[in-house]
Structures are given as C-alpha cells and as structure tokens.
C-alpha cells in the first residue's frame, strides 16, 4: 500500500512543474487526495462493503470536486492535474501512468447493467474538458485533446481532436521497454508531455485550412499570370497595373489603422 502511495505521489513530480516538495503534494493537490480515497474506496467495494465504500466515495466528491466511483478500476501512477469535474464511472478501467486533467468524464451512454464505460490503456493522457462515453477501448499512449468528445475505439499512439474526435495522427509505435527505462523515461516524457492533450506538433485544423486557402491562392496567381502572358503574346490588351502582395495590403492596412487610432486618441 504505502509502495503504492509513493508511486501515486512520485508520478505528479514527472508531469506537473509546479510540484515543489512530496508534503505539498500530499496536503494540496485533490487529484492526489481522491486517488488515495479511492484506492481505499475500491477496496471496500470488492469486500461487500458497497453502501460505505459509495457513501465515502460521496464525501471524496465534496472534498477533491473529482467523483469516482469505487467500482472503478485504477492503474498505477495515476494523475489527475487540477481534478475539478472529473467523472469516472464504474465500470471504467484505466491503465498505469494516465493523466487526466479538468473536466474529463469517463462516462457511459446506457443505462443497461455491464461494461458501460471506457478501458483506457497503459500511458493515455486525456486532455481538459474532453469526455470519452461508452464501453470503448483507447489504445496505449493515445492523446485525446482538450474538449474532444471520443464514441468510438481509439488506435494505440493516435491522437484525437474535434467533436465527434476524429485521429488527427498517429505517431509510431514505441518499442518495449523494461521497467527502468520506463521510469527513466517518465522524466524524459516531460520535454515533450503532451499538457492538456495537446502536443506541440499537434495538426492545427485551422492553420491547414488557411495554408491550404493560401497554396491554392499562389497557384491561381501564376496560372493567371500564365494567362496574361499567353494573352500578349496573341496580340491582345492585358491590363498591367501592378497587383500588390497580400502581405503589403495587410501591413498598409495594419498601418493606417495603427495612425488612425493614434491620432484619435490624442
């Protein structure tokens, strides 16, 4: 037990910056205080002790803002950053070294008794405010954004974003690893940790679009360009007014606004 508690606070140094001293943790951080409660919980669960176990689970809620069901099955090096409004339902399974952060729910979509709700693989983190619903399988090392809203599997090392969350990439699958190089690599997790589920290498939906707009932008420019020249060459007139850069048109604009503002405040 107390191998496991140290364990459970060791964790948070390797994925929270903030963390300064294990008695900081232990006495000021409700993620850490509702996993201790509820590895307590869990056990008087399994010991026919359901009605204590859902009323301490109960007073676990008020304290920490994190309800998790003592049905739940937990991994080791479990975190949850910041914790408030975090839901976790009973029947969901969550492997070793997850990470959840605020809002998350790990819920279910029916109210028929059985495996309703998420099995989380080993080292999954989940970003703030996204819910996962129903008896889904989110593969190890997968990312799910901050808000997205996974209803279906998610592959191993995938990434997920939007609503309903759609792969946005999966990176490749990293090979075994004894348990040192694992804890060796804990610390090593942070240069690149995906805060919040989001990497920084994490496709932007709306950069892709607007770089997409602009290559397609570029492309019309030369054909036009193409044209005119073909144009000429058959003998006919072609306008030859200069067409300024988008980006010359932007900073004018940017820098009239700047002088117009300006001498309006003065």
Known sequence: MFKRLREDVRCVFDRDPAARNYFEVLISYPGVHALILHRMNHWLWHHRLGLVARFLSLIARLLTGIEIHPGARIGRRFFIDHGLGVVIGETAEVGDDCTLYQGVTLGGTSWRAGKRHPTLGNDVVVGAGAKVLGPLDIGEGARIGS??????????????VGIPARVARISAEAPPRSEAEQRRAETARRIG?????????????????????????HQTDARLQEMCAALRSLGAEVNDSEIPDIDDCGLQDDAETESTGTAGDR
């Open 193 to 217: 940790f995906d805060a919040y589920g989001a990497t920084q290498d994490m496709p932007d939906p709306v950069a892709n679009a607007i770089n997409a707009i602009l290559d397609h932008v």
């Open 147 to 160: 808000n997205a809203v996974v209803v279906k599997d998610v592959p191993a090392h995938a990434t997920m």
